[in-house]
């Protein structure tokens, strides 16, 4: 079973895999095809023989065109879809972006493309208020490269299981008084004393607190965080095939 969901940056939530009864705006047929994983490696040759050495896989970001078509019963609220459907896209940021939610058969499910428009949407090519039914192509651009799951969490202490396709690192949300945090290998760092709710994202990309210890979860591992009262960690899945 596949279902699969728009859900734009202004909040509206449409079926895609619906009926024009019960979704005003589809996706045609293998219009969801091209979102999938850019998936490369940096293989070595064999010394002397035939064949590579497989790398390491690395998922760059994904480009491409999404196809929605829209069909009401007049065309006054073709219109209305039509802008509001326009606007969602326009109006997407990686702070609030438009989402592909996919509810299928995968373990992890449900799992979630973020996404952007890629450049700018097309003209539109005449009154909307005229037709019953029009389509729309969404050039559009998934930074992570991959699907997510919903944000997961724990406190005390917090075991992270990397189920997924890439190496995953968690954050810690917490206020107050803070205190030590153990981290998987057994080294430990202090959280300070704040006034609010603050985040310390682990991702060595992105940590920000001296002294913290950047340390994440290879695929099919696991690791256990030790946190004070007060602070909860919070982690998220990737996923390279979310159709599976």
């Not at 981290?183 to 002294?211: C, H, I, M, N």
Request: hydrophobic fraction near 35%; include cysteine; proline fraction near 7%.
């Amino acid at each position: 079973m596949l279902d699969v969901y728009l859900r734009t940056s202004l909040g509206d939530r449409f079926r895609l895999t619906g009926t024009p009864a019960t979704s005003p705006v589809l996706s045609p047929y293998g219009a969801l095809e091209t979102l999938r994983a850019n998936v490369s490696r940096s293989d070595l040759a064999v010394p002397g023989g035939a064949g590579v050495l497989p790398g390491r896989r690395r998922f760059g970001a994904i480009q491409t065109e999404l196809e929605f078509y829209l069909q009401t019963e007049t065309g006054e609220e073709l219109a209305e879809v039509y802008a509001r459907l326009r606007r969602g896209w326009s109006q997407a940021t990686w702070d609030n972006p438009c989402m592909i939610e996919i509810e299928g058969d995968h373990p992890l499910n449900t799992l979630v493309f973020d996404l952007v428009v890629d450049g700018v949407l097309p003209g539109v090519q005449v009154d909307m208020s005229r037709r019953t039914q029009e389509t729309l192509k969404v050039p559009v651009v998934c930074r992570d490269g991959m699907a997510r799951t919903d944000v997961q969490t724990g406190r005390g202490s917090v075991t992270v299981t990397n189920a997924g396709d890439t190496l995953i690192y968690p954050r810690i949300v917490y206020e107050g008084d803070g205190g030590r945090v153990t981290s998987p290998s057994g080294a430990a760092f202090t959280l300070p004393g704040v006034s609010e709710r603050t985040t310390v994202d682990l991702d060595p990309l992105k940590l920000r607190l001296d002294g913290a210890v950047s340390e994440g979860v290879p695929p099919g591992e696991s690791g256990t965080w030790k946190l004070p009262a007060g602070a909860r960690l919070e982690w998220w899945l990737m996923v390279a095939d979310p159709w599976a």
